[in-house]
C-alpha cells in the first residue's frame, strides 16, 4: 500500500517466519515508535468495523480492516481472504494458507469514512493473490501479497501507477476474533499496526463496514497487552 509508484511493485523474497516472542516485540515496536496515538489509532479501526463471526477453523475466512493514515490524509479498507493451501498441515492446526488480499482507497479527511464521490483525489481498488502460514501454538500469521492487478481505477489514476505489495504479519486473538497485524510493502507502510476483524467464515457473505467512533460494546475496557495492542 502507498502512493503511486514509477513500476509496479516488486515481490519480495520468502523472509524468515516470526513466531513467537520476536513478533510480539516487533508488534510492541511499532506501537512504540509513535506513543500516545497507536492506541488511539487502534480503538478508531476497531471501532469501524462489522462484528465478528465465529467460526471453527482459527484463521480461515474473510477478514477486514478499515484505517486512516493522517500524514498521507489516505484511506484504507483491507480484506483478506484466508483459505488453508489443499494438503498442508492439520484440521484447524499449523499450515500454509493462500487466498487474496484486496484494497479499497481513497484520499480525503479524517470525517471521509467511506468513499465519496470523484473529485480528483486519488480513488482505486487493487488485488493481490497471496500466500502465508498459520502457527498454531503461537496463534501468528503471515499472509504476503504476490503479484497485483488494478480492479478498478475509480478517480486520478494515471498511467504511473504503481503498488507495492502488502505483506500482513501478527497474531490472532480468538476470544475476539481479531488480527492484530502490522503491515509492511517496502516503501512508506513498515510496522504499521493494522487491526482485521473476521467478519464472515467464507467470502460468499457480503458484509458492509461500520461507521461508529467509539469501541464496539463487545470489546473489553482497554488494557495494556502482551503485543502492545489495548
Request: charged share 25%.
Amino acid at each position: 500500500m502507498g502512493p503511486p509508484q514509477a513500476s509496479q511493485g516488486r515481490v519480495w523474497p520468502t523472509r524468515r517466519r516470526l513466531v513467537g516472542g520476536a513478533l510480539l516485540g516487533l508488534l510492541t515496536l511499532a506501537l512504540t515508535l509513535t506513543p500516545g496515538r497507536a492506541p488511539a489509532t487502534i480503538a478508531e479501526q476497531r471501532a469501524r468495523l462489522p462484528p465478528p463471526a465465529a467460526c471453527d477453523d482459527p484463521v480461515a475466512g474473510v477478514w477486514q480492516s478499515h484505517s486512516f493514515n493522517t500524514m498521507y490524509q489516505e484511506w484504507g479498507r483491507f480484506t483478506l481472504t484466508i483459505r488453508r493451501t489443499e494438503g498442508s498441515g492439520e484440521d484447524k492446526g499449523s499450515g500454509e494458507l493462500e487466498g487474496e488480499i484486496v484494497n479499497e482507497s481513497w484520499y480525503g479527511p479524517k470525517t471521509e469514512v467511506n468513499r465519496g464521490p470523484c473529485q480528483g483525489r486519488l480513488q482505486y481498488i487493487v488485488s493481490m493473490n497471496a500466500k502465508g502460514r498459520y502457527q498454531a501454538d503461537t496463534s501468528t500469521v503471515e499472509f504476503d501479497a504476490i503479484n497485483w492487478r488494478m480492479e478498478d481505477p475509480l478517480c486520478a489514476v494515471t498511467s504511473a501507477f504503481g503498488y507495492n505489495l502488502d505483506r500482513f504479519s501478527g497474531v490472532i486473538d480468538h476470544e475476539i476474533q481479531e488480527f492484530q497485524s502490522v503491515n509492511n510493502d517496502g516503501g512508506r507502510y513498515i510496522d504499521v499496526p493494522t487491526v482485521f476483524r473476521r467478519i464472515s467464515c467464507d467470502d460468499s457473505e457480503d458484509v458492509h463496514p461500520r461507521v461508529a467512533v467509539v469501541p464496539p460494546p463487545f470489546y473489553p475496557p482497554e488494557e495494556e497487552q502482551g503485543c502492545g495492542f489495548r
